[in-house]
């Protein structure tokens, strides 16, 4: 055997560093494009050429029995670890690597780019702030482009970098750059502007094998005067980190802290906004207002917090809440709904059945829920919606989800992590699809409530009849039935003689209890506008679910839903 082939030296890049005392900020952004079109290469060749792999890792990789490159190294190998991977030269799973320069920290996402393995893409990118397409030079765009391009955009990714690979086997050819630069802007003209509204996209000519505007901007190409990929990504800014603390506060609840009877904290990571000391808060699903009176953190108490840190918040007042609830900024409080229009990536082999009851994920939060129906999906081939009855695995569409209790969400746009969701199945509890909610969408049965009044044939018994013997007619108070107060105030009215019910569970439709004169404690406002309704979750009442339960029947008098009396004479 002759001689080992020398190793392409590394580069020496001294970048134009920040002051040693700036912290370096963190870029997560993932590679997407057909199969072959050098995804796992120009990662493994940033990882060389900012000295992110180690002598011994190139050393192994320069060993190896497989080459499938034109030079001594096959920077494949880099990043494809399964030996399935290496087999057939494709990329399966998705593989996080991590380097540095002087002036960002990168955390990349190496996605597959077969459309088989879709999902894992979506995987990747679901948090990532940029990301970079790979279109092959000889091949132009393909279907799996087009589909990686609308995924990153749907996914909020609003930084693309569409870089032109293997521009050496077409000798640089300035045509074929700016032809498939056309190309591309043709293609996002024809997603429209909900698809791509706001994305800036970056063209950059490359050559992963060679190095070519990778690391350092390339002689080759004279006619190009942008930056290479990595300048690009060392100083792009993705306005994540700003978006999110100027956002409105939200935390979803992870976990209770109590250790000891004196401290009840809530713990979880602040998806948006900030928050401090003496905010107002409201806490959901009871719509319970308070303050933070504490913020605590492993190093010690804060003034305030901001996203995306880890805290721990005492709240000033002892109210209901638990893992899955959601502390929210009082001024923006995200809004309730049990029907969603979402956009879903259906991820497994057994197709969405419409009806069908999922466990849907939001957060730390579970709901039953099934897809009422399903819009359109994406067709891919010709960039269009086409209209569908079902999802199978892979396919990207629209869905309207109806939930057993209403979600308290942000559009997906808006915030990332309280717009999205995950469908499981239930028996096998495997993950079946993820979703972005776009906003709430319109009951069905609304309208059809709505035109059709419910009637009564006519009795002896009238609504008059019922109201002095109750002291009251139907009206509907919302209030969250998992909750002690909407228990303590179901046995309060039951007392006062009234005719209650509490509703564990949705219940439509509900007309038919108000006129009959009761009294329904409800945690969904599904009421009509001809009935009264008093939702206790925006009244200032104490801890004490009794004394609160008095407070609310007093509330109730003043607004003369129920009549100045005591117990209904006879009794029951």
Known sequence: ??????????????PHAPAASAEKTLLRFTTAGSVDDGKSTLIGRLLHDTNGAYDDQIEAVRKSRINRSSGPVDFSLLTDGLRAERE???????????????????????????????????????????????????????????????????????????????????DFDQRVFEELGRSFNNLRGRL??????????????????????????????????????LEYLETVDTDEAANLRQAAFRMPVQLVIRPNLDFR?????????????????????????????????FDGDLASAHAPMPVVLELA???????????????DPPE?????????????????????????RHGPHEVRARVDRVLHRIDFEHMRDESAEALALNDIGSAILETTEPLHFDAYARNRSTGSLILIDPITNHTLAAGMIERAAEDPGTKARAAKRVSFAAARITAADRRRRSGHAGFVVIADPRTALAQALERALFLEGADVLLLAEEVRPIEPLLAAGLVV????????????????????????????????????????LLDERGRTEGGF
């Open 1 to 14: 055997m002759g001689a080992p082939s020398p190793l392409p030296a590394r580069p020496i890049l001294v």
């Open 88 to 170: 057939q030269g494709i990329t399966i799973d998705v593989a996080y690597r991590y380097f540095e320069t002087a002036r960002r920290k990168f955390i990349i996402a190496d996605t597959p780019g077969h459309e088989q393995y879709t999902r894992n893409m979506v995987t990747g990118a679901s948090t990532s702030d940029a990301a970079v397409i790979l279109v092959d030079a000889r091949k132009g765009l393909t279907a799996q482009s087009r589909r990686h391009a609308l995924v990153a955009s749907l996914l909020g990714i609003r930084r693309l970098v569409v870089a032109v690979n293997k521009m050496d086997l077409l």
């Open 192 to 229: 429209g502007d909900a698809e791509m509204r706001d994305v800036k996209i970056e063209f950059i000519p490359i050559s992963a094998l060679e190095g070519d505007n990778v690391a350092e901007r390339s002689p080759r190409t004279p006619w190009y005067g942008g930056p290479s990929l």
């Open 265 to 297: 904290g809530f713990a979880g990571t602040i998806s948006a906004g900030q928050v401090h000391v003496g905010q107002e808060v409201v806490v959901l699903p009871s719509a319970r207002r308070t303050r933070v009176s504490r913020i605590v953190t």
């Open 317 to 331: 007042d002892e109210i209901d809440l638990s893992r899955g609830g959601l502390i929210a900024g009082a001024l």
């Open 336 to 360: 309730p709904s049990a029907w969603l229009k979402t956009t879903l990536v259906w991820m497994h082999e057994r197709p969405l059945e419409t009806g069908k009851t999922y466990t849907l």
């Open 521 to 560: 404690i409800t945690g969904t406002p599904a009421a009509t506008a001809e009935y009264p309704r008093l939702d206790v979750r925006s009244l200032q009442l104490p801890a004490d679910p009794a004394l609160a339960a008095q407070q609310v029947i007093a509330h109730m008098r003043g607004l003369r």
